[in-house]
């Protein structure tokens, strides 16, 4: 899943962006709302994590803008937002959840119950009830990055893992290699790239040469024996 992380602490961005690719999100930084708008625009997420205190504005207008269908980005219905701020005060908190926020954390704060909130919205956005998803005989725990397929244990690459996590949270679906580039990959990633085709080769052959399907001209669907 890809995360953008908005905030002008270099420290902390950068801290953020280590854990969270260690759990195996794809992570883009803006250091002010400008570069923030600007990456909306570009790329599709599906977090935005937001300091409300920005060197050129307030971040709750960027949030509003983003909820209000303002900003020109690619599944901007689809992005949630965790707001990340100094400011714990009870009217701060309703304020951004008012604005359109989906979760708000208080600095400073804990990776792991940052990264457990990230699991709940990621849930919520795919209906999922459950940090455990199941297709089949195959078993993905997002909490603690593990695989398995007929009750025996996997070890995949992290791009394994969040290729596999994004097929399993769109069951029956068809989904192409711009969207794996998109939510498993970050800015950094070159679009002519053949990572895609080279990570799913090398998922398929762990899980079982049945278990993806290529549709030819459209993208990869896990197959329905799996599911």
């Known amino acids: 899943?890809?995360?953008l992380v908005v905030d002008d602490e270099p420290d902390l961005a950068e801290g953020l962006r280590i854990g969270l690719t260690r759990d195996g999100y794809a992570v883009d930084i803006a250091q002010d709302a400008a570069e923030a708008y600007e990456r909306l625009t570009v790329?599709?997420?599906?977090?935005?994590?937001l300091d409300v205190d920005l060197p050129d504005g307030d971040g709750l207008t960027l949030c509003r803008d983003l909820c209000q269908d303002r900003i020109p980005a690619p599944g901007a219905a689809d992005v949630r937002v965790l707001i990340l701020t100094a400011r714990g005060g009870l009217d701060d908190r309703v304020r951004g959840l008012d604005e359109g926020a989906d979760d708000y954390l208080?600095?400073?704060f804990h990776l792991p119950e940052l990264l457990a909130r990230l699991r709940a919205l990621l849930r919520r956005a795919n209906r999922r009830t459950t940090a455990t998803l199941v297709a089949g005989d195959i078993e993905l725990d997002t909490a603690r990055h593990l695989v398995s397929r007929g009750g025996t244990a996997l070890s995949l690459t992290r791009k394994e893992f969040g290729v596999l996590r994004y097929l399993m949270t769109r069951p029956g679906e068809v989904v192409s290699a711009e969207q794996l580039?998109?939510?498993v990959w970050d800015a950094h990633a070159d679009p002519f790239t053949q990572t895609v085709r080279v990570t799913v080769g090398t998922l398929r052959r762990k899980l079982g040469p049945e278990s993806i399907e290529t549709i030819v001209g459209h993208g990869y669907r896990?197959?329905?024996?799996a599911m």
């Not at 896990?222 to 024996?225: A, E, F, K, T």
């Open 106 to 108: 208080v600095k400073p």
């Open 1 to 3: 899943m890809r995360v």
């Open 222 to 225: 896990l197959r329905q024996s």
């Open 43 to 49: 790329n599709e997420y599906d977090v935005m994590l």
């Open 181 to 183: 580039l998109e939510h």
